[in-house]
């Protein structure tokens, strides 16, 4: 199994400013997830990072809004650009996958006013 | 695409049980069920990778129906641990990401 951790666990921001969030596994993993989950909904793809390569976005998602670093196996931010109060949600990093189990970090509860 | 999951909700009473049904319009690969409480993240249950494959976990058990692309999550002598939101994840044959359906929302009461 994987134990993640993401910082920070929530924030309160400004519209128009940017938020960065990071993720850190306990074990080298080639692909790692981000999600989004708005207000009662379910959690929605935004893009797959994998080291030393870009994102791959999902439809709906564009590298200026949400820009990905993946600097080695374990670590990997996701930036939240220009918000707005519909960008806010709870931000899950997550590695796994396929044909096994997928491992969800705790999560980034987001708030823009 | 996302799978389509039924009920949206269901209400049971401690004892009950409950079926849960998950449906894609893709091949697939492998089908995921998680359970979410409020303010947590989503929590692994299990996974199915092959048609007719039967889990269980507990008294939480799935099968998955290659042919037809559905599987449906069996929730047996529900307990008030099992309130919280249930997603199916279904990871296609064809891109290997995981894509979850709307939810299941499960209240077990007394």
């Known amino acids: 199994s994987a134990v993640i951790s993401q910082k920070p666990s929530r924030d309160i921001c400004q519209r128009g400013t940017s938020l960065t969030i990071q993720c850190q596994v306990d074990?080298?993993?080639?692909?790692m997830f981000w999600y989004r989950q708005q207000p009662g909904q379910s959690l929605t793809l935004i893009a797959t990072?994998?080291?030393?390569?870009?994102?791959?976005?999902e439809s709906g998602f564009v590298i200026d809004k949400f820009p990905i670093s993946r600097p080695n196996l374990t670590f990997s931010t996701l930036t939240v650009s220009n918000m707005s109060p519909e960008d806010s949600s709870i931000y899950l990093c997550?590695?796994?996958?396929?044909?096994?189990?997928?491992?969800f970090g705790p999560g980034t509860r987001l708030t823009v006013l | 695409q996302q799978p389509v999951q039924s009920p949206q909700a269901v209400i049971l009473r401690e004892g009950e049980d409950a079926v849960i049904n998950c449906s894609s319009s893709?091949?697939?690969?492998?089908v995921h069920w998680y359970r979410q409480k409020h303010g947590e993240a989503p929590v692994f249950l299990m996974i199915?990778?092959?048609?007719?494959e039967q889990k269980g976990h507990d008294k939480i058990s799935a099968s998955f129906n290659e042919k037809k692309q559905q599987s449906s999550l069996y929730l047996t002598a529900s307990q008030l641990s099992y309130s919280g939101t249930y997603f199916c994840?279904?990871?296609?044959?064809?891109?290997?990401?995981?894509?979850f359906g709307a939810g299941t929302t499960v209240t077990v009461r007394a």
């Open positions: 997550s590695v796994g996958g396929g044909g096994s189990e997928q491992f």
């Open positions: 893709k091949a697939l690969y492998s």
């Open positions: 074990s080298q993993v080639t692909m």
């Open positions: 199915l990778l092959k048609g007719g």
């Open positions: 994840g279904t990871v296609s044959s064809n891109d290997y990401k995981l894509s």
């Open positions: 990072a994998n080291q030393g390569s870009e994102a791959t976005y």
